[in-house]
């Protein structure tokens, strides 16, 4: 059984209501967009997990012409990603449950060429919910499709003096995260790079891991994660 305590979407839907939303920038990531020049050629077909107010999103969709379906669990998210991004024909935001486990909209938009998160798969805490993640992004994969993914690294915590109102990000290890990923994917690349925090006028600066993950050619079973 899965005993992670994720944030549920009302929850979520509070902080974006409250901006409580620390990790927020209005820039796409410097290793992030190394990778997104050196992976993808243009005009693919992206899901991205956990838009926030889209910036990856419309960057992947103004630079690249790829064509990006991005879901949130909060409505809240949802439509302040809209708000600030808009619709267009390249570039599509949807309330959506990644791991749910009935058969949806991604299914049928699948196969994508790639999956892109930033800091949303370290919010699965649990080994479970990782591996249900890893799986649920194989299947959605075209054979040989690519994740890149942007988490918070817990290897490498440096001992910083934090005000006592300012708690950690979500991090995880390499080996929790390469063990919740290698039976479904290849690591192509992984590196450690910054990863800002800001509260209120406090701004800290954690580390992260940026990786690539190319899917394996086995066939993974169409069971929806339990």
Known sequence: MDKSNRLTAEEWDTRYKEKNIPWHREETDSPLREYLHSYLPPQQKILEIGPGLGVEAAYMAEKFCHHVTAIDISP???QDAIKKQGQTPLLDFKVLDFLHKEKNYLDEKAPFDAIFDRTCFHTFNSHQSRLNFAKRASQLLKDDGLWISYSGNSDSVIE???PQDFPLPPMLSFQEIFSSVQQYF???????????????????????????WKKKKKKVPDVYPQ
């Open 76 to 78: 809240q998210a949802i």
């Open 160 to 162: 910083y003096q934090y």
């Open 186 to 212: 290849f690591l192509l690349e992984a590196k450690r790079c910054p990863f800002i925090i800001k509260r209120g006028n406090l701004e800290k600066e954690f580390l992260a891991f940026a990786t690539v």
